[in-house]
């Protein structure tokens, strides 16, 4: 599509990227098919088409309104859409632009400028789900991958992107690829991460840290060695694992950072039937589950609606249990489900 961004916009690194992404659009409206929060509410500004048209005309200097900011604030950035587009429209990436510019203009209420920061506390998988990373470390020992430990490694900086705290959240990437570095230099493979989430946003550091010119090189080395747990599992010889699958009944949830952010759709769930657990057929597996970070906090009842359709879904050819591959949707899908809802990994830790 055609751009008119105004000059204080456009001679900013940021300014130039969306209008790069906005010039890639061709309007065709793909994106509605997949998009959940225009199936839910039938409103074209509630789609990426619509959203994209928002975040357009603000660039271009019209006036943002509360109104903008509630339809950007209701978008998952679940990135279906960048996987139906056919013009490789970065959608996610605009959205934060957007976000951020929004903000900038459009004062929120003192109580919700608050929550927003109180959400951003950090990471929830170590203190909620501890055990994935204690199946992940004695799964990877046992087929001879030694992990390493970086104390000083932290949030990965997702939640701070998402609500428009860019500083905060390249302070957080700075912070990591500092404790990390060490380690790179003497010699590791690949930085594994076990929540999907994590592995798109530490994959887009060489992007966001591009122009810091004392990270960008680093970064770019850091996104490029990054592996989902999947990844790394996929090309190893799990013969040895012993697992007990026995046919084993799985609903599997792919999130939405696998299958559309990491592009990595059918690599666990691969891994799983190779073992011999029988997968169930999940409908609409594309559609986000509604956990999306912060989401299910900010946009409560859009968020349950999104569950509780996911869950019908999973739960439809009656599995013994679900599986997924981020500690969001699997603390999100637990609030209202009828089975257990675990970390896949958890799976191959069972002897």
């Known amino acids: 599509m055609q751009t008119s961004l105004t000059a204080a916009i456009l001679n900013t690194p940021a300014g130039q990227e969306a209008d790069s992404i906005l010039r890639s659009c061709v309007h ?3 994106c509605t098919a997949t998009c959940p929060t225009y199936q839910l509410l039938g409103d074209e500004l509630d789609g990426p088409r619509g959203r994209i048209y928002l975040i357009k005309q603000m660039l271009e200097g019209q006036p943002v309104t509360r109104e903008t900011q509630v339809h950007l604030d209701r978008c998952l950035t679940c990135r279906a859409c960048e996987t139906t587009c056919p013009s490789g429209v970065r959608y996610g990436r605009l959205a934060d632009i957007g976000r951020g510019i929004s903000e900038q203009q459009i004062d929120r209420p003192i109580a919700e400028r608050l ?9 929830a998988q170590s203190s909620t789900t501890p055990n994935t990373n204690a199946a992940a470390a004695r799964v990877l020992d046992r087929l001879g991958i030694s992990l390493i430990v970086a104390p000083a490694a932290g949030c990965c900086g997702a939640l ?3 609500l428009s ?20 230099e003497q010699g590791i493979e690949a930085i594994v991460m076990t929540a999907s989430g994590c ?8 992007t966001l840290l591009q122009h810091d010119t004392h990270y960008a090189a680093k970064a770019a080395i850091i996104s490029a060695l990054t592996r989902d747990l999947g990844e790394i599992l996929a090309t190893e010889n799990l013969a040895g694992l012993r697992v007990s699958a026995n046919r084993r009944r799985i609903a599997f949830h792919a999130p939405c950072t696998l299958q559309h952010g990491q592009k990595l759709s059918g690599t666990v769930e691969g891994l799983l039937t190779k073992l011999g657990y029988v997968l169930t057929e999940v409908r609409d597996s594309h559609l986000c589950c509604g956990s999306a970070g ?15 359709n996911k869950l019908n879904a999973l739960q439809t050819e009656k599995p013994e249990l679900i ?6 949707c699997q603390l999100h899908l637990a609030t209202g489900s009828d089975v257990p809802v675990l970390h896949w990994i958890e799976l191959l830790d069972e002897s």
Not at 199 to 204: F, I
């Open 323 to 328: 599986a997924t591959a981020n500690v969001g």
């Open 160 to 162: 701070s992107q998402h």
């Open 165 to 184: 705290a860019e500083d905060e959240a390249l302070d957080f990437m700075r912070r990591n690829i500092d404790a990390w570095w060490p380690h790179i």
């Open 115 to 123: 929550f927003r920061r109180v959400l951003r506390a950090g990471c």
């Open 28 to 30: 065709c409206g793909f």
């Open 199 to 206: 592995g798109v946003m530490v994959k887009d550091y060489g």
């Open 294 to 308: 912060s989401y299910s906090l900010l946009q409560p009842e859009l968020s349950q609606r999104l569950r509780d």
